[in-house]
């Protein structure tokens, strides 16, 4: 079991551009959740993918987008780039038949804005 | 809305210390609780959860009970390890089926020989 994989692990963007990051989940899950974690702190929901459908959103502007396939795999889009959106973009994977919501992450992509 | 309060860091030990990270929550409802444990370089990994009021989750030594009454899950361990030395995040989930999860800010642990 591979478990949660994202690519690319690292991506060095400047501010106005374009930036599109990929999560394959765990064996068996069919959720997708995105997280911001930035320097220091803790990591903050952006939105949550299920049967390709948007099912939960964070607190982040409509710049910040995603997609989820038919083989549960996930885009995270975010375009007009800020500075500000420099942080470490984690995915996590989960099943909605868990109760308890135990969610898998992968290694995350580091993204820096210039 | 909910929310998750830990303890600032860093936290500093010596090798075979006792080691208490405080956890207060405030949620709707009856979240679940986790604590997850960040090592430099690497995404997080599911330390130990607890489900239900008065559950204990544990995992490699690592003790936290579920406490409505405080609103706590603390993280205890009896003895710790340079090993440990990583960023322990305390998090819940709130409305249970593959919700959000909503994190604290993080505990930095530092242990020493």
């Known amino acids: 079991d591979a478990g949660v994989t994202q690519s690319p692990t690292h991506l060095i963007k400047t501010r106005g551009q374009q930036v599109t990051l990929r999560c394959s989940p765990k064996?068996?899950?069919?959720?997708v959740s995105w997280y911001q974690q930035a320097l220091g702190q803790g990591p903050q929901f952006i939105f949550q993918?299920?049967?390709?459908?948007?099912?939960q959103r964070g607190n982040f502007p409509d710049r910040f987008s995603g997609h989820q396939f038919p083989n549960y795999s996930s885009e995270l889009n975010v375009n007009a780039l800020l500075l500000g959106d420099s942080a470490l973009y984690l995915c996590a994977s989960s099943s909605l038949a868990d109760t308890y919501n135990e969610q898998f992450f992968g290694p995350g992509t580091r993204l820096t804005v210039l | 809305g909910d929310s998750v309060t830990q303890m600032e860091g860093p936290v500093t030990l010596s090798e075979e210390a006792f080691l208490t990270i405080n956890c207060t929550y405030t949620a709707t409802g009856y979240p679940s609780l986790f604590w997850y444990v960040q090592y430099p370089g690497e995404g997080l990994q599911l330390l130990l959860k607890a489900t239900k009021a008065d559950d204990k989750g544990s995992n490699k030594g690592f003790e936290a009970t579920y406490r409505k009454e405080t609103t706590s899950f603390h993280l205890e361990k009896g003895s710790v390890q340079v090993s440990d030395s990583a960023v322990y995040f305390c998090?819940?989930?709130?409305?249970?089926?593959?919700?959000?999860?909503?994190f604290g800010t993080g505990t930095r642990l530092q242990v020493t020989l």
């Open positions: 064996s068996g899950h069919d959720t």
């Open positions: 998090a819940l989930s709130s409305t249970g089926t593959a919700s959000k999860l909503t």
């Open positions: 993918y299920y049967e390709e459908e948007e099912r």
